[in-house]
Nanobody
């Protein structure tokens, strides 16, 4: 079973930046698609970004150009660099591991709070 440990959340002013990290256990990390999701109070969970084992990245339209997802397979870690943060980015952010075959994310981190003040 894959376990995920997140870090990097916190409080930041609008226009600032944060870098989230998610360390994943397991020897098959390099073969998996990794994703970042977020959920704000009263809103549905949404995918922020994903990165495949081959390094292909996918971003939600509202985040494209501001957020960057990357991975370091040697460290079994995925990152989310968040720039030009807005109050509407305030949410709990989760990292997740997609199943090897298919589109379902089967392992999830505990979530880390990101709060952006006006």
């Amino acid at each position: 079973q894959v376990q995920l440990v997140e870090s990097g959340g916190g409080l930041v002013q609008a226009g600032g930046s944060l870098r989230l990290s998610c360390a994943a256990s397991g020897r098959t990390f390099s073969s998996r698609t990794m994703g970042w999701f977020r959920q704000a109070p009263g809103k549905e969970r949404e995918r922020v970004a994903a990165i495949t084992s081959g390094g292909t990245t996918i971003y939600a339209d509202s985040m494209k150009g501001r957020f960057i997802i990357s991975r370091d397979n040697a460290k079994n870690t995925v990152y989310l660099q968040m720039n030009s943060l807005k109050p509407e980015d305030t949410a709990v952010y989760y990292c997740a591991v997609r199943e090897l075959f298919g589109a379902k994310y089967e392992y999830w981190g505990q979530g880390t709070q990101v709060t952006v003040s006006p």
